[in-house]
Antibody, heavy 120, light 111 residues
Framework: QVQLQQWGAGLLKPSETLSLKCAVY????????WGWVRQPPGKGLEWIGE???????NYNPSLKSRVTISEDTSKNQFSLYLDSVTAADAAVYFC???????????????WGQGTLVAVS | QSVLTQPPSASGTPGQRVTISCSGS????????VYWYQQVPGTSPKLVIY???QRPSGVPDRFSGARSGTSASLAISGLQSEDEADYYC????????????FGGGTRLTVL
């Protein structure tokens, strides 16, 4: 069973870099795609991006210029970095996972507990 | 950032059937599967429908989904108080390099 445990700074100043980490438990790291989704207060979900089985990355076009998702397979962890944050980046950030497959596209089915990030 | 279009709210009384719509385009719903998530405020989303109309293990058969053209819908029959939550549709969008896109969410209230 996939378990995701996330952590990171919850208060940033404008122009700083957001940094969050997510640890993976219970599954082989190579069997899943690992990504991030955010949710501004009182608003809907927004996909940020993911790191794929081929260890490439795929990002939301609206955030691509500021986002980096990386992984540390030795620690079974992956990370999110978002540069030059503004008030518009304030949100709950979820780490997320979906099964990897060469032929099928699986949906996100596993979520971390969420981290509230404020920018002020 | 374009999103899939959902009504902001829906409501029903216990036992009723409610339907939530989700409108997209040819690059997302029109050519890829639709998924539905349930989110109780303050918690992480939970997948309740995948591949347009399939239910993950553990999701009651009161939940059903359908897709037609560039639109999709989630139906909940025999409404129960624990169904009160926010519901989001989602799909892969083939434009650019491809990305996941979500609906704006529908707050379901059980009266």
């Amino acid at each position: 069973q996939v378990q995701l445990q996330q952590w990171g700074a919850g208060l940033l100043k404008p122009s700083e870099t957001l940094s969050l980490k997510c640890a993976v438990y219970g599954v082989s790291f190579s069997d899943y795609f690992w990504g991030w989704v955010r949710q501004p207060p009182g608003k809907g979900l927004e996909w940020i991006g993911e790191i794929t089985r081929t260890r490439g990355t795929n990002y939301n076009p609206s955030l691509k210029s500021r986002v980096t998702i990386s992984e540390d397979t030795s620690k079974n962890q992956f990370s999110l970095y978002l540069d030059s944050v503004t008030a518009a980046d304030a949100a709950v950030y979820f780490c997320a996972a979906r099964r990897a497959s060469g032929t099928k596209r699986y949906p996100i089915q596993h979520w971390g507990q969420g981290t509230l990030v404020a920018v002020s | 950032q374009s999103v899939l279009t959902q009504p902001p709210s829906a409501s029903g009384t216990p036992g009723q059937r409610v339907t939530i719509s989700c409108s997209g385009s040819s690059s997302n719903i029109g050519s890829n599967y639709v998924y539905w998530y349930q989110q109780v405020p303050g918690t992480s989303p939970k997948l309740v429908i995948y591949n347009n109309g399939q239910r993950p293990s553990g999701v009651p058969d009161r939940f059903s989904g359908a897709r037609s053209g560039t639109s999709a819908s989630l139906a909940i029959s025999g409404l129960q108080s624990e169904d009160e939550a926010d519901y989001y549709c989602a799909a892969w969008d083939d434009s650019l390099n491809g990305f996941w896109i979500f609906g704006g969410g529908t707050r379901l209230t059980v009266l």
